[in-house]
């Protein structure tokens, strides 16, 4: 019986080998660009969530310390579908392709994910929700729920996506790290659009039925910029069907197989995994909190529902402020993706570049103690400063904002790069790969997301202990990288690099 189960593991592997290595030389770079191009529709969504989502749920009556448990469906739904769509996707037999299946999918579900969200005011109040009476608890629940579902379809998109440009690259390395370096380019284009939609006031205009009585200025702009991200996932290209295997896919069991693949990794891909991890531990609180931390701590505002007018004008004033230093690190971010591989050849391989990159990171971050310290001063030598903080102040933190599209061009692309050739190899397949590539992603958004309203709370308020503390951690991860990460070959195909990734 023990055979058997061998043999059938070994069918299901083949089988599996049979689909992954169908493409012998890459694809032409036009098709690459092509599928990497839906990245800026998956980042035009990612990109409102980031900039206008915090200060919304805020809005709705939901306290600051408790607005971070709302991130937690991004990790959960992360690290269930991710490797589960990329399990799948591994395996597809449909005429269309592995992947396309799923990217249409995940499009859909983006469809019905920001009506929910767009929506919610309305419908709470419509059942019920007291305008002037927060919180709004039917308007948050069904937020919430459409909250869940847009963070399900996104990462349904984007699993698929990476592990289509794996499939494209055929084992090049060099021809992966473009792929990727391509798909974080047109991440940044999706973050220009939705980091400018969500700088607009007066955005809502576009669509002028999006104000209602219990959906103000602040929600209507909201509602419109989720109409134009439908419209851009609609616009997108379609993508020719990928060749799919004639042969049976394998019997081996979804969970039996994530856990082999862990149970396999060699130490370049644990490395890479604890390097990624701690990674993202210095991200997390500084994406979830930027456009917050702009109206609380930069220009003074507050936007509890008791506060007052003023204060939340000045808040609202911050957040707009923080949506373009999103923008202008998004440019960055766009100039960077497509200078990647010249500036890993001047630096000495990719593993040094995110090294150095991760220490840019932690100035970045320890620089807001800086600008929250001024910001605080101007405030408290004029009387409470009821018109924001001074132009050097603001140009400070937008310059933060700009500098840190640098480090984050590296690391929407070389950690997935890397997977890709540490694992190509492997049984798993690049979707099942890069799902577990995605749970040293996740996991760290758990913990900011659970810990990091009460951490702030331990520390008097605010958002600047855990931009400390992800200072340190990118600190550590930069260490990490240039000490223990393998380097890849910087020019070989990647199957000749298999010893590197798992058995």
């Not at 290595?21 to 990612?46: H, N, T, Y």
């Not at 059942?127 to 996104?154: C, E, H, S, Y």
């Not at 933190?397 to 690391?411: D, E, H, R, S």
């Amino acid at each position: 019986m023990v055979g058997h189960q061998m043999e059938k593991a070994s069918n299901g592997t083949a089988a599996l080998e049979m689909q992954t290595g169908e493409l012998d030389q890459p694809s032409p770079l036009r098709k690459i660009i092509s599928v990497a191009s839906i990245a800026a529709g998956v980042q035009f969504g990612w990109a409102l969530q980031l900039s206008l989502l915090t200060p919304y749920v805020q809005l709705l009556g939901i306290p600051h310390k408790w607005a971070s448990l709302i991130w937690l469906c991004g990790p959960i739904s992360g690290m269930l579908v991710q490797p589960i769509v990329g399990y799948h996707s591994d395996r597809c037999t449909s005429r269309f392709g592995r992947r396309r299946p799923f990217i249409v999918a995940g499009a859909g579900l983006v469809t019905v994910a920001v009506f929910l969200i767009g929506y919610a005011a309305d419908i709470g109040h419509s059942m019920g929700d007291q305008l002037n009476k927060p919180p709004r608890t039917r308007a948050i629940a069904i937020f919430a729920l459409g909250f869940w579902i847009l963070d399900v379809a996104n990462n349904t998109l984007q699993g698929p996506c990476r592990a289509f440009l794996a499939d494209l690259s055929a084992g090049n390395a060099k021809k992966t790290r473009t792929a990727n370096a391509f798909f974080s380019f047109f991440m940044a284009v999706g973050n220009v659009l939705g980091y400018a939609a969500g700088s607009y006031r007066n955005l809502y205009k576009v669509v002028p039925f999006t104000m209602t009585e219990s959906c103000d200025l602040y929600c209507a702009n909201l509602k419109t910029c989720f109409f134009l991200s439908i419209t851009l996932l609609l616009l997108e290209k379609p993508w020719t069907p990928e060749p799919t295997a004639d042969g049976k896919a394998s019997n081996v069991p979804f969970f039996g197989e994530i856990f082999g693949a862990f149970k396999e990794l060699k130490r370049p891909m644990w490395m890479l995994l604890i390097v990624t991890a701690l990674n993202w531990i210095a991200w997390f609180p500084f994406l979830l909190f930027d456009t917050d931390w702009m109206g609380r701590e930069v220009y003074g505002g507050d936007s509890d529902a008791a506060a007052t007018n003023a204060a939340k004008k000045l808040y609202n004033d911050g957040v707009r402020a923080g949506a373009l230093g999103l923008m202008l690190n998004a440019i960055v971010l766009g100039f960077m993706s497509l200078g990647v591989e010249w500036v890993g050849r001047k630096l000495g391989g990719a593993k040094r570049l995110w090294g150095v990159v991760n220490f840019i990171l932690a100035i970045c971050l320890a620089m807001t103690v800086l600008v929250t310290k001024q910001a605080e001063n101007h405030r408290r030598d004029h009387g409470g400063a009821k018109t924001g903080p001074p132009g050097n102040v603001t140009a400070g933190a937008l310059t933060l904002f700009a500098v840190l599209g640098i480090p984050q061009a590296i690391t929407f692309s070389i950690p997935f790069a890397l997977a890709s050739i540490f694992s190509t190899n492997s049984g798993a397949g690049q979707g099942l790969s890069l799902g577990v590539l995605n749970l040293a992603i996740v996991v760290p958004q758990m913990v900011v997301s659970v810990g990091g309203g009460p951490f702030d709370e331990l520390f008097g308020g605010g958002n600047i202990p855990a931009f400390v503390l992800g200072a340190i951690a990118a600190a550590v991860s930069g260490v990490l990288a240039l000490t223990v990460l393998p380097s890849p070959p910087p020019d070989a195909p990647a199957f000749k690099t298999g010893a590197m990734g798992f058995h």
